[in-house]
């Protein structure tokens, strides 16, 4: 590591102002600070000082992701020997699921970043550290299927229209990934829904419904059928996006996020208590099978805990107040199985319901705030003594 840095700081000042490079100055400071960290700090304002910059925080996200994409790979495979009717052992599956997925990594890496480097060196600002996550994120939301074309589209869309347009990284309205899922999803229906969709060269004589199509189908059907186990949609033997069906891997990744320190606690769990609760309203209320089906099921099906921990959490479009926070999660998990119940055409809510609330986010902060406010004004009003300690003030 050691003669890296020195190789840095020879070709450094190439790269500022006068060098011969000096226009890549962005470029060269996005791999320099991706590798070691930053050695200086803010020079103004009241700032919090850590040891842990904006790109190790997102590079911890991007570990915590980690189980979930190891799981998906050999997922991809396993769907796919399994419509076949093949036994093959686990490195053929691993091998399989790379072909599928790597590809579709590789293309969203490549198209963000070379986004993000463009408006960087346009702007001769930083590079944002943000598509570090949502690069990783947008290929895990996906089918597995995706043509590369379309994933290098949408990845163009959520980076452009969903982020940059805004400012880039903290300015952005609408989680980025989910932006590019949705944009899919209304632009390409019949690429992005449908059983021959999530198991990567599928079988014709197989189903390949995914546990959320089986539901969707008890809202005119007297009961629900589901193909798999409780436990095989825990663990994630099932089809589905490539990253989404491990609910236990996803788990693995919830809590490298809480221990850590990165992901809120306040909106994870909010999120499940939200879901619960629609859940078990439903299950009161019973009008069809799909009303009945038990409420903890929405929380191992589809992309609810992935959204969960994943794309709820996200710092930037989510509330920022601690009770914020739980008023946020709340409404997504309520919203999300409220959206698969009652439109039985889009099985899958939580995407809708995530950028649903990052939209009325600032709202539910503003109102936390004056609260807060009309709170602490009742305290002083009460108190002639604080009054007077402020009023000498």
Not at 153 to 159: G, I, L, P
Not at 305 to 319: L, R
Request: glycine residues 10%; aromatic residues 14%; proline residues 5%.
């Amino acid at each position: 590591m050691r003669s890296l840095r020195r190789f840095l700081d020879n070709i450094k000042p190439q790269f500022e102002k006068g060098g011969k490079y000096e226009k890549l100055q962005s470029t060269f400071d996005a791999f320099e600070t991706f590798l070691f960290v930053p050695s200086h700090t803010t020079k103004s304002g009241s700032h919090i000082r850590d040891n842990i910059d904006m790109k190790r925080t997102m590079s911890v996200v991007v570990i915590a992701m980690i189980p979930a994409l190891m799981f998906g790979i050999w997922n991809v495979g396993h769907q796919h020997f399994l419509s076949h009717a093949i036994d093959v052992d686990f490195w053929d599956k691993v091998v399989f699921g790379l072909w599928k997925v790597l590809p579709i990594v590789v293309v969203s890496y490549v198209v963000g970043l070379g986004i993000e480097f463009a408006f960087a060196q346009y702007r001769h600002h930083e590079v944002n550290e943000g598509f570090l996550v949502s690069g990783m994120l947008i290929p895990l939301i996906l089918p597995p299927d995706t043509p590369l074309w379309m994933v290098a589209v949408s990845t163009a869309f959520a980076v452009i229209i969903g982020k940059e347009v805004f400012g880039g990284t903290g300015m952005n309205i609408l989680n980025p990934a989910l932006t590019a899922r949705a944009f899919l999803f209304f632009a390409y229906p019949g690429e992005m829904s449908g059983d021959k969709v999530w198991i990567a060269e599928k079988a014709d004589t197989y189903s390949g419904a995914t546990p959320l199509a089986e539901a969707a189908l008890g809202t005119s059907n007297p009961s629900v059928n589901f193909t798999h186990s409780i436990s095989d949609m825990f663990f994630g033997f099932m089809p589905g996006s490539i990253g989404e069906t491990s609910t236990f891997a996803i788990l693995i990744g919830a809590l490298i996020l809480l221990v850590t320190g990165t992901g809120s606690w306040r909106i994870m769990l909010s999120v499940v208590v939200g879901g619960i609760f629609m859940g078990l309203v439903f299950n009161l209320i019973g009008l069809n099978a799909y009303m009945d089906v038990p409420f903890y099921y929405h929380l191992i099906i589809g992309g609810f805990a992935f959204g969960t921990v994943f794309m709820a959490t996200d710092p930037v479009t989510a509330s920022q107040t601690n009770t914020g926070k739980i008023y946020f999660g709340f409404f997504v998990g309520v919203f999300a199985v409220l959206i698969r119940v009652f439109n039985p055409a889009y099985p899958e809510g939580m995407m809708l319901a995530i950028l649903l609330m990052n939209v009325f986010a600032p709202l539910i902060d503003h109102y936390v705030v004056e609260s807060n406010i009309k709170k602490r004004l009742k305290r002083v009003k009460k108190n002639p003594e604080l009054q007077a300690k402020l009023g000498a003030v």
